[in-house]
Structure formats: structure tokens, C-alpha cells
């Protein structure tokens, strides 16, 4: 049985599944069918702002600083009496936590930039404007995607291993609910989000995560994530 920690790379997972979605929108944009692409694109751009901020979020006020603690436990017992060896270890993961972080503003202020051009891409008639944000768009989407798949491996190859080999099921469970608790907008975590991230998984690892959110009284039911 996986921990809560486990549905953290499966939400990842999901997250890669809405980026490569919006950057086919984008891709796909046509001048003549703006009309009929707008809406979804707009839609789209706002969901994916809003998922990579509560992605920072959730990370930088509990994430982090649970794996930082776990860091120094990991220590070994006799660098962790000398005080300058522990010093240059607590800045080696100062400065990594630094490195991600610096991801989440860069993939925040492009999130914002991309919103901010499909409201505006959706509003304006002028022929010039129009080109332009559909170049602006494509390269705001790709950028996006890339840097966070590149995230996303740094997490999964090292932050994730590290607390899940030292958290049992219930300390995971709690960190994630805490997690959610955190998160400063109210329908993150809901179950459109939910069924997002399901839709992304294989058959293991919907069963895993479908576990995992039940024991932690979180799943919306069957019937809404394979939209019966």
C-alpha cells in the first residue's frame, strides 16, 4: 500500500496531461476560428494558472519545509554534531529549495502571462494584435510545459523519495491533508480536479490513487470520475 505522497507524482502526472492540452490549444489556434477556440482556450489557461499556484503553494508552506526537517534527520550522526559540516548541509538545501522555487515564479509569471493573452485574445478584432498573441500564446504554452516537466523531476526523483522512505502511510496521509488545508483557493483539490488528474493514470495507478483518496475520505465516487 503507497502513502498519500504517492498521489503527489500521480497529480503531477495529471498536471503534464492539462499542459500538453492547453499547449495543443495553443498550437491549434487559427485566426479564422478564434470564435470557437476562445472560450476553451480561456478556460483551459485559467485552470492551469490557478493549478500551478496552489502546486507552489502547497510545496513552499508545507512540502518543503516537512522534507527539509527529514533532510537534517537524515543526516549522519556524526556530521550532525559538527556544527560547520551541518551548516554547509542546511545551505546545500537552502539553495536547492531556492532552485525549485525559482521554477514555481517562472511557471506562475508565464501562467499569468498565457491567462492574461486568452482573455485578451478573446476580445480583441484587430487582424495584427491577434497574430501576435497566438505566437505569444504557442511559445508561452511550450515554455510552460517544458519547465515543469523538468520540475517535476527534480520532485519526483528526489524530494518524494526522500520523505516517503522516512514517512509511514499515516504521516504521508497527514502531510497531504495539510496540504489541502493550506491551499489558499477554496476549489483546488475539488472533484473536477480529482477527476483531471484520474484521467491521466493507468489502470495501477488508478487503483493506487483511487485507495489512497478513499482512506483518506477525499474520493468523489466512481460514477463521477469515469463521468458516468
Partial sequence: MSGGLTNYRYVHKGMLRELASLEAKCQGLDVASLGEQ????RRAARFAEAMIKNHAFGEEKVIFPA???LFRKALPLGISKLPVLTKDFDQAVSAFQSFVEADHRFAEGIAAQLAAGAVRLGQTQDPKERAALIVSCRQQASALHGILALHFQKENGILLPLAEARLSVEEQDALMRQVEQALPISDYGRADSIKRWWQALGPEERADYRANMMRMDRWPG????EGR
Fill in 222 to 225: 466512481d460514477d463521477y470520475v
Fill in 67 to 69: 522534507v527539509k526537517t
Fill in 38 to 41: 476562445a472560450t476553451p482556450l
